[in-house]
């Protein structure tokens, strides 16, 4: 568990969110980009459970998003250089 992800469990017990569903949204939240994201949602007001879920899946989702985009610019760099190679010869 990030730091991060650690402050999130304690702030999200402060709030009286149950511990083991606490728990369970941290194990999600791993990383300090995710948890901070979270942090940022519990911290401005009492949410139900269903509405944490909801966020966390928004919070996973938007980070494959992000990292396939990655993927995408770096494989469409990797053929932009092999072209460009190919070209010189």
């Known amino acids: 568990m990030s730091e991060k992800s650690k402050l999130l469990y304690e702030l999200m017990l402060r709030k009286g969110y149950p511990e083991e569903f606490t728990r369970l949204i941290c194990a999600e939240m791993n ?10 949602y519990i911290s401005r007001g009492n949410h139900r459970l269903e509405d944490v879920a909801d966020e966390m899946l928004a919070i996973m989702d938007l ?3 992000i990292k396939n ?10 053929i932009n250089r092999l072209y460009r190679d190919i070209n010189e010869d």
């Open 31 to 40: 990383t300090d980009f995710t948890a901070e994201r979270m942090m940022s």
């Open 63 to 65: 980070r494959d998003h």
């Open 69 to 78: 985009k990655h993927i995408s610019e770096h494989a469409q760099a990797s």
